[in-house]
């Protein structure tokens, strides 16, 4: 009980303050990619330092929802960072859900942050809210069949035990259906974290924007809450990416070593996913919006293709 | 006089929670008076799920009928055909036999008739009315031949003479009675392509009445399929099951998307019936697929899952309903173009409606998620059948229910955000007074319902796992699980809504004590919306429902099909002036054009080629006469 | 893709040093205050065209490019003032965007610094005593720093920053 405890407190800690870094690096890793110094990795803690010293300016068009929305933003990424396993294998709320319900909880906040865009009264947030929902809504299957197809191999659906299955027997993960799987699952973060070539994260241009046309709005402690919370989403879906299919490193939480261990793990596993998505976004240029929905297709045929690889080897 | 009736059938509600409760725990009870009706009379019988079923009814009819004390003006109309309404529907889950049932389902029907005609003058009150007669009768017809059908070959008009004849019954007589009996019951459902009267009838209707044709009677379309595909016709052959999460698919993915781009607020909640009826038909079909293959326990799971959504659909569908009916109170129009702003106006009624978006939303911790989450577990498992082609249908039925869920959460984004949120579109919007008491006190109930159902899962699970083992007649093993949190198939999966609900309800919390430890900055000021530096900020330069429809008919459009209208007015002095821009993108139904449409036209060619029987001249009729008499002695 | 994740591997880091000190015209005394020490290492730029030649926007997209890089110091632009710390404002104020600069003022969260850029910010530069334009930014919101040119190189502009915060490159 103490244990779970424990992990649980770490699990919320790791996420919350390594979430600033993890986007910090991304944007000194592309910032070095085009030839600048770019900015530190820790620049985005002084960001919302700053921002927590600033008043906050609200609309007087908005409800009591728009001022709601940040903190429900956080507290539903907090609670997904206790049901993913970060560096055990125990996460403390496993028994209180699985992929569907991680799945949903990111809804739960898309939900309130695309109401927080329409609340507003701007064509801007409107337009961030429409297509951000269009999105998550077509992302949605391709996930919910990728973790069925490795679910399907590890025999049950609690995230804590896929990765326990697959780290006692690491063969079983090194097969077409995982590879696919794993492509897929990609491309859904590319897509529900707003990074190119679906959204591009520091884009000026309003008509580009998706996410950042929901929150154009918002302003000091609240801004700070969001970014924050759009932060910790890459970090759950990064980990979440790792974790599942690379369950190197991850054992049952038996004291500070397994701790310690889980933590250079995913560590070393996200510095690696982090370059990989520093050097796509460098290389490729944002999609059209209506082109977006194709990707996603493709995306959702690489899942399906999975899931069918796993049914021919059974 | 009015209140009278309400309070009435509020007190039959009560009755019929009651009663049904203590038929879901067991406690049979049966009525039979075989004088008062040909064909073997009025019985009538309480079992598990007739049990269930009352229960949701009558619990569903409480809120609805106190809304009506609210709405003085709509409820006075048609108290009477609302009373013999509910009645009808409370016998229906409890007939045990042909006659009974038939009547009761009549009776349910043609008082819903004349609800739906509410409004006499309105020419689509009465077009609407009109299609739901014709299409509920052409079920009526389904049913009854399906039934006379099988009354025949059993020999016995009575539903446990049924049971008990089952597995005697030929492959031919059990499949024409299974086609026949569901598509009857299908069409009172509104699965799809029989769906079409739904979006016409449910928003003519007052907004009670809507809260319960959507909450409870198709719901009884739902109750006959139960019985059709698992209690009365034994077990069935594969196909069964394989067609039930086909048309559940569909319907579920067509429901949606339909309700992406409507923007007649009731004829939203309408489609998304379909959607949900989609969702319920997942459960069954994987039940009835378990069932085949010998996996009882994976059944009763299928089972559990589609009655928790029936009465969690029950639940948040007349919450929403009985909000949208406040609005449409309060600003005289169904629009959602023309409403805005309305939580600023109308606290209680944004927050009912709010928690009945995030319900059928399927979002934790609510009930939406609950009932999903079991669907999609009992569809998971499919991975238990050895048949490739059914595990196709299963990967079909969660690739399209993970789609509907997304598209879901979008439209109530959609229909709660336009209607309730930023500014008012129109002076109706700007001037929406706060619903009367009534209206508030049912639609908190249901909400709070919601809630409950939500975060206590555990707690109704273990009924409806008897119910779901009764009707399957096996041991209720399927899910387990403490107080806090349920466990199926022992260790495949688990979930606590109360455990999240917690949790997330301190976390959100949790950042408003560490900004003050912090020491963060609590100053707010107010100021205009960001216009860019724009002069005037007007409710014209809102997002619009259409707008925001958009990315969604341009992705589907193959299913769409939308048109484009474009009619420009320029100044008459210069053409670089404009004075008048109207856009018009309306979708297509396919099948409008595809099924119904022709089938009409069908209809219509042989009704004329018939008609050269009807010459008017006596003689001819004589011959008629004539012929048909040597035909009989011929024959006798 | 290969080709170009090549040419930046070739190309590497081409950001030059930034000049020591920067030239910079003060008015009034916040500058000196607690408000810039708080945006020491972190400050969100608006920049708003108060109808200026688009000379001196010229310049100031030369800051966000890899030989000037303003990001490396902290400081990033922003697309909404709701977000933004400091307004950068170009151009005299002409008549029709001098309500857009005090809406977009009145919008910009405090604590908040407004710099000015060039001749035309100071006080209408080549365009003073027109009929379409005001004056200076100064005369129509309240202005902490200008920073002097027509228009100003990036170095000077990313200096003058720098002085601006009262921090010193390193």
């Given at each position: 009980m103490s244990i779970g405890i424990a992990v649980a407190v770490l699990q919320i800690a790791i996420v919350g303050l390594g979430a600033p870094l993890l986007v910090g690096t991304l944007r000194t890793l592309k910032a070095r990619l085009v030839g600048r110094r770019g900015p530190s990795p820790w620049q985005p803690y002084a960001d919302l330092r700053k921002l927590l010293a600033k008043e906050a300016v609200v609309s007087?068009?908005?409800?009591?929802?728009?001022?709601?929305?940040?903190?429900?933003?956080?507290?539903?990424?907090?609670?997904?960072?206790?049901?993913?396993?970060?560096?055990?294998?125990?996460?403390?709320?496993?028994f209180a859900g699985n992929i569907i319900l991680l799945v949903y909880l990111f809804m739960l906040g898309t939900f309130f942050l695309a109401l927080a865009g329409l609340d507003a009264g701007s064509a801007f947030g409107g337009m961030g809210s429409s297509r951000e929902v269009a999105i998550a809504a077509l992302a949605e299957p391709t996930v919910i069949v990728a973790v069925f197809a490795l679910a399907l191999r590890a025999?049950?659906?609690?995230?804590?035990?896929?990765?326990e299955r697959f780290g006692g027997e690491p063969w079983l993960a090194a097969n077409p259906a995982h590879l696919l799987a794993f492509a897929?699952?990609?491309?859904?973060?590319?897509?529900?974290?707003?990074?190119?070539?679906?959204?591009?994260?520091?884009?000026?241009?309003?008509?580009?924007?998706?996410?950042?046309?929901?929150?154009?709005?918002?302003?000091?402690?609240?801004?700070?809450?969001?970014?924050?919370?759009?932060?910790?989403k890459l970090f759950v879906f990064m980990t979440l990416l790792a974790n599942l299919f690379v369950p190197l490193g991850l054992a049952e939480p038996t004291g500070p070593t397994t701790a310690l261990m889980g933590v250079l793990a995913l560590a070393a596993k996200l510095a690696v996913l982090t370059t990989a998505v520093a050097l796509l976004e460098t290389a490729v240029a944002k999609l059209r919006l209506f082109r977006v929905p194709e990707l996603l297709a493709g995306s959702f045929a690489l899942a399906f293709l999975s899931l069918m690889a796993v049914f021919v080897v059974r | 006089m009015t209140r009278l009736v309400y309070g009435v059938v509020v007190l039959l509600g009560v009755a019929a929670v009651g009663l049904g409760g203590h038929g879901m725990?067991?406690?049979?009870?049966?009525?039979?008076?075989?004088?008062?009706?040909?064909?073997?009379?009025?019985?009538?019988?309480?079992?598990?799920?007739?049990?269930?079923?009352?229960?949701?009814?009558g619990f569903a009819a409480i809120p609805a009928s106190i809304y009506a004390f609210g709405d003085a003006a709509g409820a006075r109309r048609g108290r009477f055909a609302y009373a013999v309404f509910v009645t009808s529907m409370c016998v229906v889950p409890v007939a045990a036999n042909t006659m009974t049932f038939l009547i009761a389902w009549e009776l349910m029907s043609l008082a819903s008739y004349f609800l739906v005609l509410h409004d006499r003058q309105s020419k689509e009150s009465v077009s609407a009315a009109w299609v739901y007669a014709v299409m509920t009768h052409a079920g009526l017809a389904c049913l009854l031949a399906g039934m006379l059908l099988l009354g025949a070959d059993v020999g016995s008009p009575h539903f446990e003479d049924w049971r008990a004849a089952a597995p005697t019954l030929t492959s031919?007589?059990?499949?024409?009675?299974?086609?026949?009996?569901?598509?009857?019951?299908?069409?009172?459902?509104?699965v799809v392509p029989l769906h079409v009267w739904l979006p016409l009838a449910h928003p003519a209707a007052p907004s009670h009445v809507s809260a319960l044709m959507s909450g409870v009677m198709i719901k009884l379309g739902i109750y006959g399929l139960l019985r059709v595909s698992l209690d009365w016709l034994g077990i069935g052959p594969p196909w069964w099951g394989a067609a039930l999460l086909i048309a559940g698919a569909a319907s579920s993915l067509i429901g949606v998307l339909y309700a992406l781009v409507e923007h007649d607020l009731k004829r939203l909640l309408a489609f998304h019936s379909i959607e949900n009826v989609g969702i319920i038909l997942l459960g069954i079909g994987s039940a009835a697929l378990y069932r085949v293959a010998g996996f009882d326990a994976l059944a009763v799971l299928g089972l559990i899952a589609a009655l928790y959504h029936t009465v969690n659909h029950a639940m948040f569908k007349a919450l929403l309903f009985l909000g949208a009916g406040a609005v449409v109170h309060a600003t005289g129009t169904r629009n959602m173009e023309a409403m805005g702003g309305l939580i600023k106006r109308m606290p209680w009624t944004a927050a009912c409606f709010l928690v009945g978006s995030a319900a059928i939303a399927a979002l934790p911790p609510l009930n939406g998620f609950v009932s999903e989450w079991l669907t999609f577990l009992a569809l998971f498992q499919n991975m238990r059948l050895e048949a490739i082609g059914q595990n196709l249908v299963f990967t079909l039925g969660i690739a399209s229910l993970a789609l509907t869920g997304g598209l879901a959460m979008a439209c109530f984004v959609k229909a709660f955000g336009i209607t309730f949120l930023a500014l008012p579109r129109s002076d109706a919007a700007a001037h929406a007074h706060e619903a009367s008491r009534p209206i508030r006190v049912a639609m908190v109930t249901l909400a709070t319902a919601c809630v409950v159902l939500g975060v206590g899962p555990t707690l109704v699970i273990p009924a409806f796992g008897s119910v779901a083992s009764a009707v399957l007649r096996t041991a209720p093993d399927a899910i387990g699980g403490d107080w806090l949190t349920v466990r199926v198939s022992g260790q495949f999966a688990s979930v606590s809504t109360a455990a999240i609900g917690v949790v997330l309800a301190g976390l959100f919390f949790a950042p408003l004590v560490a900004l003050r430890l912090v020491g963060a900055s609590r100053r707010t000021r107010a100021y205009e919306t960001w216009g860019c530096g724009r002069i005037v900020q007007t409710p014209r330069m809102e997002?619009?429902?259409?707008?925001?429809?958009?990315?969604?008919?341009?992705?589907?459009?193959?299913?769409?099909?939308?048109?484009?209208?474009?009619?420009?007015?320029?100044?008459?002095?210069?053409?670089f002036f404009v004075e008048r821009i109207e856009y018009e993108n309306p979708t297509?139904?396919?099948?409008?054009?595809?099924?119904?449409?022709?089938?009409?036209?069908?209809?219509?060619?042989?009704a004329r080629a018939a008609g050269a029987l009807q010459s008017g001249s006596a003689n001819q009729y004589l011959a008629y006469i004539l012929a048909a008499l040597l035909l009989m002695l011929v024959l006798a | 893709m290969l080709r170009q994740l090549r040419t930046a591997v070739r190309t590497g880091i081409v950001t030059e040093a930034c000049a020591p000190v920067g030239e910079i015209?003060?008015?009034?005394?916040?500058?000196?205050?607690?408000?810039?020490?708080?945006?020491?290492?972190?400050?969100?730029?608006?920049?708003?065209?108060?109808?200026?030649?688009?000379?001196?926007?010229?310049?100031?997209?030369?800051?966000?490019?890899?030989?000037?890089?303003?990001?490396?110091?902290?400081?990033h632009f922003v697309a909404s003032p709701r977000h933004a710390d400091c307004l950068l404002v170009t151009g005299p104020v002409t008549r029709n965007m001098a309500e857009a600069l005090r809406r977009t003022w009145q919008a910009t969260p405090d604590p908040k610094l407004v710099v000015a850029v060039g001749a035309c910010g100071l006080d209408g530069g080549l365009f003073r005593g027109s009929y379409a334009v005001v004056g200076g930014v100064a005369d129509v919101v309240p202005v902490d720093a200008v920073i002097p040119g027509c228009p100003p190189s990036p170095a000077a502009l990313l200096a003058g920053l720098l002085e601006a915060l009262g921090r010193r490159p390193r």
């Open positions: 007087t068009t908005t409800s009591w929802v728009f001022r709601a929305t940040p903190y429900a933003l956080v507290a539903t990424l907090l609670t997904t960072a206790l049901i993913v396993p970060v560096m055990t294998v125990r996460p403390p709320l496993a025999n049950s659906i609690d995230l804590g035990r896929i990765v897929a699952l990609f491309i859904v973060m590319l897509a529900e974290t707003g990074r190119l070539p679906v959204d591009n994260p520091a884009t000026h241009l309003e008509l580009t924007m998706i996410h950042e046309a929901m929150v154009l709005e918002y302003s000091g402690r609240y801004l700070a809450l969001v970014e924050w919370a759009s932060a910790m | 725990t067991g406690g049979g009870a049966a009525l039979r008076l075989p004088s008062v009706l040909p064909l073997g009379g009025l019985a009538l019988t309480l079992d598990p799920l007739g049990g269930l079923f009352l229960a949701l009814i031919t007589t059990r499949n024409a009675a299974f086609l026949l009996l569901a598509l009857g019951f299908a069409g009172k459902a509104g997002y619009t429902a259409t707008a925001f429809a958009n990315p969604f008919k341009r992705v589907f459009d193959f299913f769409y099909r939308p048109t484009k209208r474009l009619d420009i007015e320029f100044h008459p002095e210069s053409r297509r139904s396919i099948f409008e054009d595809w099924l119904y449409r022709p089938a009409l036209r069908l209809l219509h060619a042989g | 015209q003060r008015i009034g005394d916040r500058l000196a205050s607690e408000i810039v020490r708080r945006f020491g290492r972190s400050l969100a730029i608006r920049q708003v065209d108060a109808g200026s030649c688009n000379g001196c926007e010229l310049e100031i997209t030369g800051l966000i490019g890899p030989h000037y890089d303003l990001e490396r110091f902290g400081l």
